[in-house]
């Protein structure tokens, strides 16, 4: 049976209800969100005369819940415009109008009896055939589905999105023995495709999959912590980035997440965990219990491990809690030998091994965490997942973890794991030791640049299922490098489309990648027939090396800085003037530079979450690389005779001088930096293989290499006045400073094509080397050197 989902019914607006319905209204789906009708009026609809059967007041709950999910920040929405697709109701009134739903999602409050009258409802009204799931956490699905009709039955099982469920990648798919397969293969593939998850199908076991893994390494972590004599401070330091885990690290998280909220899951763990082995873990610590008691939740109420207060000079400060005294005191730097040898180490795999391998405190604690880690995913299969890459693929997208558990096990060695792990007390199940007796010594192999998992059933190593769907360059790396320097990497993609990746620190633009970029394009010219631009880091590019930048200004050495201007704009016209298609693949942070080498590709194919901007104006600049110029073009091809206040000029300079950056790849088409028939991909994890396929798709359609363009209309003087006009009225209303009010006259005259006397056509050489000229000199600007001194140092743009 086809499937389309049209329209979406979201019952229940809390957080997760109001973000989910949000997320859905991204991809496109009309969605209904209902919710209880209050029970009594407010005081202000009292005063104001509101009727209890008014929509105003029926709808209270529901509006009011929407509302603030569309103000809250970050936003659920690619773009705010999107919230029109999303109608509001209630039970009462409303919940025939569930009839027209493809799906029905049930986000009500955590209580078996409660959802099961939300579900009498529901089969009152709902169409044979729609898919109904729930959202719980912690319930058991099966126990949702008994007394329900078998078509309800047939057509539900457990949908478990993790908030925030635009940015957490995980959907946890939970089946009942009586939920039909295609319905599991459906919502597998969709969540995939459409809402851009990394679906994995759990069991319907105690808190499923990441939840009940993730508290057990929060919990393994406290226990670990007592242990060892740590801090808070400590800990977090050791569980964070450098592990390959969130900034928030461990004790961060829980205060974001709310201490509250920890204890319930852990609770629930212990009570339904009789026959797991760690149960006594998830008994909660007495500090812990303090903490709940004295309404110390984390963030929700203020504090938590961590309390923001304001010093003396009213300055906002960090204090810690101490857990032997029970108050809070001043953060502590952290530093420990076995930290100080892993800075150099960029390799995330080498650096755990190197951690484990230490011996000072902090590498105790950090493989106390790992091997009862790793004791206790070992002896969770087959009871919450058969296969083990569910489970990594479960911490990595719900808990935002860079390696999931068996992976940090193969970064140390399954052998070597094993053999420490026993001698520290911590007994795996048998079979990785059977696993290591049949001579499969790591847990995922890579073949033919294919990642493959052990299977325990045939002990053998599999594909991961949709693995094919995805490109992922670290298994392509041993057998298609086709070049590679210091900064960038050359891939074989397969099909004549070759991939540059950059590799430099935050993927920043300088003389290595620029020289990679070229090479990359010299060899698709010659032997290939296309190129994408992408990597599988967490930023695309923060930009060019200002560092570099910096050093040359501040010793004046200005032929230089020239030689260096011109050479990037001599790449991005390379790129935007090759003979092959070029295809940028952006995600993630995408500023500056990494921005200015989008514009020049010949399509985007941006991930979701793509934050594009020119920010140049923030560290004293203008956009230097072909991105004033860029922009000048486009808003020529926009013009239209009678646009007398040159609208798209105007916005597009704003956008610039203001350093906008895009909070989705929609908001980047809405500013201008992608075009509307650049693509936009969901889930990240198929953004290489689209832009492939969009390289195929122009190589094949016939691409032919374009001119350079000669005729962009410039509006000169006419423009000029405009723009200085409103820069001096922004000055002298203190809205900028005076060296703002200098930048941004140098990028109107760039904008504008110089003081010309009349519109006129111009070449985008022209165009940029009146960009290079004003960039140039802003460098020779005191306080240009300022900004850039404070991004360096402080990474906070300074207005001076």
């Known amino acids: 049976m086809k499937r389309i989902i049209k329209k979406v ?8 209800g109001s973000r989910i319905a949000c997320h859905f209204a991204n991809i496109g789906v009309q969605v209904l969100l209902l919710d209880i009708v209050p029970k009594e009026p407010t005081p202000e609809e009292q005063a104001k005369k509101i009727t209890t059967d008014s929509k105003q007041f029926r709808n209270r709950i529901v509006n009011s819940s929407l509302q603030a999910a569309v103000a809250s920040n970050p936003s659920p929405l690619y773009r705010k415009s999107d919230a029109h697709l999303i109608q509001t109701g209630n039970f009462e009134d409303n919940m025939k109008d569930i009839a027209t739903a493809d799906w029905i999602i049930e986000v009500v409050v955590e209580n078996l009896k409660i959802k099961k009258l939300v579900y009498d409802q529901v089969e009152q009204f709902r169409k044979p055939g729609t898919l109904i799931t729930s959202n719980t956490s912690g319930i058991p699905i099966h126990l949702m589905a008994q007394e329900r009709s078998e078509d309800f039955r047939k057509h539900f099982c457990g949908t478990h999105f993790f908030n925030p469920p635009r940015y957490l990648k995980l959907l946890e798919i939970i ?46 972590t406290l226990k670990a912590m007592e242990k060892t004599g740590l801090t808070i401070d400590e800990v977090d330091r050791i569980t964070g980035p450098i592990v390959g885990r969130p900034k928030s690290a461990t004790f961060r998280t829980l205060d974001v997440v709310g201490l509250d909220t920890t204890i319930n899951v852990a609770n629930g763990l212990y009570q339904a965990g009789e026959q797991d082995e760690s149960r006594d873990l998830f008994q909660i610590p007495g500090y812990v219990q303090q903490m709940a008691e004295k309404k110390w939740l984390g963030d929700k109420t203020g504090q938590g491990f961590y309390k923001k207060t304001k010093d003396a000079k009213g300055k906002t400060e960090i204090l810690t809690l101490d857990l032997n005294t029970m108050e809070y005191a001043p953060k502590q730097k952290v530093k420990f030998q076995s930290l100080e040898v892993l800075k150099p180490i960029d390799d995330l795999k080498k650096r755990i091994k ?14 106390e965490t790992l091997f009862g880690l790793f004791q206790y995913v070992s002896n969770r299969i087959p009871e919450i997942s058969d296969e083990l890459y569910r489970i990594d693929d479960a911490l990595r997208a719900g808990f935002g973890w860079e390696l999931g558990p068996f992976e940090y ?74 070049w590679k320097n210091s900064g960038v990497s050359i891939i ?85 003037y090759s003979a092959v298609p070029v295809v940028g693949a952006p995600h993630g942070l995408t500023l500056g530079g990494g921005c200015e ?30 991105g004033t110029k860029e922009m000048t073009v486009r808003a020529a091809e926009l013009f239209e005779e009678g646009d007398i206040e040159l609208n798209t000029l105007k916005n597009i300079f704003l956008n610039i001088g203001m350093a906008k950056v895009s909070t989705s790849a929609a908001e980047a088409v809405d500013l201008g930096f992608m075009r509307k028939s650049d693509g936009t991909t969901i889930n990240c994890n198929r953004l290489l293989a689209d832009a492939k396929a969009q390289a195929i798709l122009l190589a094949e359609r016939g691409y032919t290499k374009p001119v350079p363009k000669t005729n962009i209309r410039v509006q000169g003087r006419a423009g000029l ?60 600007e005191r306080k240009t050197l300022e900004r850039i001194q404070s991004i360096l140092t402080t990474g906070k743009p300074l207005r001076n």
């Open 409 to 482: 096990w193969d970064a140390i060695g399954a052998r070597e794991g094993l053999q420490r792990m026993t001698e520290a007390g911590y007994e795996p199940a048998p079979w990785v030791e059977e696993m290591l007796n049949h001579g499969k010594e790591s847990f995922y192999v890579v073949d033919n640049g294919q990642r493959r998992y052990y299977d325990i059933q045939s002990k053998e190593y599999k594909a991961i299922p949709g693995a094919e769907n995805f490109i992922v360059l670290n298994n392509l790396r041993d057998n298609k490098l086709v």
């Open 721 to 780: 006045g405009m723009f200085l006009t409103g820069a001096n009225a922004m000055y002298t209303g203190r809205y900028m400073s005076e060296h703002d009010l200098k930048i941004s006259q140098k990028l109107a005259y760039v904008m504008c094509g110089g003081d010309l006397s009349a519109p006129t056509e111009v070449s985008e050489q022209y165009l940029l080397d009146l960009e290079r000229e004003a960039f140039l000199s802003l460098t020779g």
């Open 354 to 367: 190197t951690f484990s391998a230490q011996t000072d405190k902090a590498a105790q604690f950090f493989n």
């Open 9 to 16: 019914a979201v019952l229940g607006s809390g957080v997760m």
């Open 597 to 626: 080498l989008n514009l020049h590709c010949d399509h985007i194919q941006a991930a979701a979450e793509t934050y594009m901007g020119l920010v140049e104006f923030g560290v004293g600049l203008i956009p230097g690389g072909g």
């Open 175 to 220: 089946p009942t023995p009586d939920t039909d397969q295609a319905v599991v293969d459906f919502l597998m593939h969709y969540g995939d495709l459409y809402l851009g998850k990394t679906t994995v199908l759990a069991k319907d076991s105690p808190a499923f999959i990441a939840n009940r893994v993730g508290i057990y390494g929060i919990m393994q």
């Open 492 to 576: 074989d993609l397969g099909d004549g489309i070759l991939n540059i990746e950059f590799h430099t620190k935050m993927n920043t633009i300088g003389g290595d990648v620029i020289a990679g970029l070229h090479k990359g394009i010299d060899l698709a010219e010659k032997e290939f027939r296309g190129v994408v631009v992408g990597s599988d880091a967490a930023n695309f590019s923060a930009g060019a090396n200002v560092a570099l930048i910096y050093m040359s200004a501040l010793e004046q050495e200005y032929d230089e800085l020239n030689f260096m201007i011109k050479q990037f704009q001599d790449t991005m016209m390379r790129m935007r």
